[in-house]
Every structure is written in structure tokens, then in C-alpha cells.
């Protein structure tokens, strides 16, 4: 069993706060880490896809960093709005089993306004 | 233009039918999925297929039949339904095997 965490479970911050979650998951045989944003009621969208240790990824407001060595990845968000209020789901694929995602079990953001 | 499409959206029926999901996606995707989310919203993945070839059975009940027509089609075909096959099922595609995976709208199955 591959076990992909993700903390906090949930989050309630304020319209401008920064924020950051985080996604834990197994070092060994380590081939892509996945980042998804899922809003109640739709599919879930691809924010990014990263593979190398160390890599940094942006997309407006929303960043990533990965470490594969130690098994973890962040997604940041600066400055919320109400708009971001979805769940972050990251997930991990490896080498062993190409094609296959491993899911966390997300990260619930609510953003008041 | 929807780019995977999953139909229908809802689909009430009773305990002991037949159903089907249809999946499809205008990607030009090679590989295709079907995922769980079970009652916690945690997504299991079902199967997938590879133009047209399944290559990810998980453990599921051989009550749930995928079948692929072709490689933008994936079928799920769900026999004897019962009422634990409540649920959420997500259909997605990807062009290789460590790319995004494109997600479909769901479809919101309700057994009673």
C-alpha cells in the first residue's frame, strides 16, 4: 500500500492570507508528483506536474516545490481569495508502475471574504 | 468544446440492475481511466485502458465491466448494481503515462 499524505486535512483562512499545504509521499522509485485543484461539484484540474528534485513550479498566485529525496512537495498560495476555495489533491506516481496516480486525500481550502 | 465527456451526469436506479457509464474524450488521448470517489471523496482508481488494451485492473468486484470501442471511448459497465456502488465515478485521460490527467465531469450514481 502507497501511502500519499496530505496535511492539513482542511484550512479556513482570510481573503489575503498566504497559505500553504503540504504532500508527503514515498521517496523510493519516485517518478512524478501531481498537483490537482477540485471544486465542489466539478472534476478536478491539473495545476502542475513536477519530477526533478528541487523543481519550483508557478502559476499566478499558486507555486509548488518538490523534494524527492525526502518525500514531500508544498503548494503555496499568496495573498487567497474566495475563489480559491477548492480541495488540493496531489498525487504520485512511480517509476515501478508508470500510468497509475496515487492519490492523497486533499487538502479542503475555504478562503473567507 | 468538452474535452473527456462522461454521460449521464446523474443516474438513479435500483438495487439488482444493469447500468452503463460512457466515457468519452476528444484529446487524442491514448490512455484512459475510470476512478472511484468513494463516500470520503477519496479517488480509487478502477481500471485503464491503452488503445483499446487494459493494462490497470484493481481489485473491484467482476460485477464492474470497462470495455474500450475504440481509444477516445471507455465504457463501464456495472452489473447486478448494488447499494455500496453509490457513488461518484470519474472518467480521465492522459497522452502518456506520467502526464496530466485530464479529468471528466463525474457521474453521480445513486442505488437504492
Keep these: 500500500i502507497l501511502n500519499v499524505e496530505q496535511s492539513p486535512q ?7 492570507d498566504s497559505t500553504n499545504f503540504t504532500c508527503s509521499f514515498p521517496s523510493s522509485n ?20 513536477m519530477t526533478l528534485n528541487g523543481d519550483e513550479k508557478k502559476k499566478g498566485r499558486i507555486s509548488a516545490t518538490l523534494n524527492t529525496k525526502e518525500g514531500y512537495s508544498y ?19 512511480r517509476g515501478s508502475t508508470l500510468g497509475r496516480l496515487y492519490f492523497g486525500r486533499g487538502t479542503q481550502l475555504t478562503v473567507w471574504p | 468544446d468538452t474535452a473527456v465527456s462522461q454521460t449521464p451526469k446523474y443516474l438513479v436506479t ?13 484529446l487524442g488521448h491514448d490512455t484512459m481511466y475510470w476512478y472511484k470517489q468513494d463516500s470520503k471523496k477519496f479517488l480509487k482508481i478502477m481500471f485503464s485502458y491503452n488503445n483499446k488494451e487494459l493494462i490497470i485492473n484493481e481489485t ?6 470497462p470495455k474500450s470501442p475504440d481509444k477516445a471511448h471507455l465504457n463501464l459497465h456495472i452489473n447486478s448494481l448494488e447499494l455500496g456502488d453509490s457513488a461518484v465515478y470519474f472518467c480521465a485521460s ?19
Design chain 1, 10 to 16: 482542511s484550512l479556513h483562512v482570510q481573503e489575503g
Design chain 1, 30 to 49: 519516485f517518478y512524478a508528483l501531481h498537483w490537482y485543484r477540485w471544486e465542489t461539484a466539478k472534476s478536478p484540474e491539473a495545476l502542475f506536474v
Design chain 1, 75 to 93: 503548494l503555496y498560495i499568496k495573498g487567497s481569495q474566495p475563489e480559491d476555495s477548492a480541495t488540493y489533491l496531489c498525487a504520485f506516481t
Design chain 2, 14 to 26: 435500483q438495487m439488482g440492475n444493469d447500468k452503463s457509464i460512457k466515457c468519452e474524450q476528444n
Design chain 2, 60 to 65: 473491484v468486484p467482476n460485477r464492474f465491466s
Design chain 2, 94 to 112: 492522459t497522452t502518456g503515462k506520467v502526464e496530466t490527467q485530464y479529468f471528466g465531469p463525474g457521474t453521480r450514481l445513486l442505488v437504492l
